[in-house]
């Protein structure tokens, strides 16, 4: 075994460096203290001044850390529990996930400029509103017992999360952004042909830019806003995900250096690689809730929790094939046991096997021309005929305009325990697979009619979510939206104004009553067209149901582009 001993606070720091023969602790704190005296965080009041009249005496600590390259680190931080409870928001916004695929889509869309940046000490870039103040301790030198008061959001106030946010939104107000209603983490603002919008996505400190010219924004944050950045340039790698053009031009977006990581955590937990001779996340049918094996012990739970917690956010990152997998080991968390173990290390085995796996941007409009226009006449029903009610406070629409797709399924008794169903679905922006969902659903259905129709107004809801969020994006949403759905009972029912539901889900299914009408009424509206395709070419399957890999290759294949050959199978 080998790595690095971790000091518990500056006194051990240098403990470890008289032991180790080296400095590498001590210049790292130097290295801290330095920037902390560069940005002025704190206002020196002189030794044994007493702490002023409305402020608090709090304490702060280093906290020591080695990066992945060997790079040893410090940071100061405060210990903000000290201080009184803020009645308002404390945090920085994140850009979803979610957010950050639909800017990447529409800068490939209407050709503008990924950039990626990271601006460095963030939080030390604003002021705070807090009144506190320390007595400086050993890490501070010749300070050493001066009394200071703490004038910027240093880490670990409650509000240093929100000061920051404040000051980065005022920059981007000054140039001309506005945030996204819908995403609030996306800023926004016309080009200056006015063909199309910018964007700038938000994580706290990581920033995404989709721009005609992302360098002369750059330029801005560094001289006029004196923010310092680093690893500035075109986008390659953000928030744990890698981006390559393949060899025809297209963006893709993969997972494979984090998988790489999950490797490294894999190895040091278990002592060995995960074993690749799999094809599938799970066994064909499996059901992880009927398994009597024993209950795994502390350390068992530790790892498997840990492991549950990287696949998902792997699934956040793309991996949609690993979905329906990952939400029901989720399941066992709080009791796995040696069988779940199990079934974590083969998804993390299938992880790695096709970790080349990437959702490809894919832009061009899909063609829908023979899809037959709304037959029947909804004008007499009970929904009337209305249109859909566009958001009155959106910004007028630019650049080119996306067609969505959507693949609904649902799976029934996917839990035998419980008897719920599984709901699966995937939404597309033109070619691209923009966000997904698996879920168990919250009633118990006893037939497939149910369930089916409990997933429908599932999808329907997330449509109506996808569409006013494109719309506050700036979007111009190419007529209606296009659901597909291998139940041709509820295809039929959702889509015929005399359909008539039985009665027996009036009286003891209010939950399907009330599903029945949601999708009817948005059918009504011309929002969606749901049409019925074979089960075959529902690409849903995928997150609803444990699948096999001949099964579900061909609808994988063309959500998800692989490159490069797989790993070796190990024994």
């Not at 010749?142 to 980065?168: C, D, E, N």
């Not at 968390?333 to 290390?345: E, F, I, T, W």
């Not at 299938?350 to 829908?368: M, N």
């Not at 599903?515 to 509206?525: L, T, Y």
């Amino acid at each position: 075994m080998y790595g690095f001993e971790i000091p518990k606070d500056y006194k051990d720091a240098l403990r470890l460096g008289k032991l180790h023969g080296n400095t590498k602790w001590q210049d790292a704190t130097k290295v801290k203290m330095d920037q902390l005296a560069d940005y002025k965080v704190f206002i020196d009041l002189g030794r044994g001044t007493p702490i002023p009249k409305g402020y608090q005496k709090i304490r702060v600590h280093l906290v020591y850390a080695c990066k992945h390259d060997g790079r040893h680190k410090a940071r100061l931080v405060a210990d903000g529990h000290l201080t009184d409870v803020p009645l308002d928001s404390v945090y920085s916004g994140v850009v979803s996930i979610r957010g950050l695929k639909m800017m990447i889509f529409l800068a490939e869309l209407n050709g503008l400029e990924l950039w990626a940046t990271d601006i460095g000490n963030a939080y030390l870039e604003a002021y705070t509103k807090e009144k506190v103040a320390i007595i400086a301790g050993p890490e501070f030198g010749p300070l050493q017992g001066h009394t200071l008061i703490v004038s910027r959001a240093l880490y670990g106030l409650r509000l240093s999360g929100k000061m920051w946010h404040q000051r980065f939104s005022a920059c981007l107000e000054e140039e001309g952004f506005f945030p996204c209603k819908a995403e609030p983490d996306i800023w926004m603002r016309p080009t200056t042909d006015g063909s199309s919008y910018e964007y700038v996505g938000v994580y706290v400190d990581d920033l995404a830019m989709a721009m005609k010219d992302p360098q002369a924004f750059v330029d801005k944050l560094i001289k006029v806003y004196k923010f310092k950045l680093k690893g500035t340039g075109p986008l390659e790698f953000h928030l744990g995900c890698d981006f390559y053009r393949d060899k025809h031009g297209v963006l893709c977006m993969h997972p494979k250096k984090y998988i790489d990581r999950m490797v490294d955590s894999y190895q040091r937990m278990f002592g060995q690689r995960p074993k690749t001779n799999v094809w599938s996340p799970l066994e064909k049918g499996d059901h992880p809730e009927c398994d009597t094996s024993e209950l795994l012990d502390s350390e068992g739970v530790t790892q498997y929790q840990s492991l549950v917690g990287q696949f998902q956010w792997a699934v956040s990152l793309g991996r949609l094939d690993v979905t329906t997998a990952v939400m029901t080991l989720s399941s066992f968390r709080s009791a796995p046991r040696v069988g779940h173990l199990n079934r974590a290390k083969r998804v993390c085995g299938y992880l790695v096997k096709f970790k080349e796996a990437c959702i490809r941007f894919r832009t061009g409009l899909p063609d829908y021309s023979d899809v037959p226009e709304p037959a029947f006449d909804w004008a007499d029903s009970v929904y009337g005929c209305p249109t859909e009610e566009i958001p009155r406070d959106a910004p007028p629409p630019l650049g080119l305009a996306v067609i969505l797709t959507h693949y609904v399924d649902a799976n029934l008794y996917h839990c035998l325990l419980t008897g719920r169903s599984v709901t699966g679905i995937i939404h597309m922006m033109n070619g691209t697979p923009i966000d997904f969902f698996s879920k168990k659903q919250s009633t118990v259905e006893t037939a497939t009619y149910g369930s089916e129709f409990v997933a429908a107004r599932t999808c329907v809801e997330q449509i109506m979510d996808l569409r006013q969020t494109l719309r506050y994006l700036g979007v111009p949403v190419k007529g209606r939206s296009y659901m597909f759905g291998d139940n041709e009972s509820v295809v039929n029912s959702s889509s015929r104004p005399e359909a008539k539901l039985h009665k027996r889900h009036v009286l003891h299914k209010r939950h399907v009553a009330l599903s029945f009408h949601r999708v009817r009424e948005e059918v009504a509206f011309n929002m969606l067209s749901f049409i019925h395709i074979d089960s075959v070419l529902n690409p849903a399957d995928i997150l609803s149901k444990h699948w096999g890999h001949q099964q579900i290759w061909p609808l994988l294949r063309t959500l998800m582009f692989w490159s490069g050959d797989t790993a070796d199978q190990e024994e």
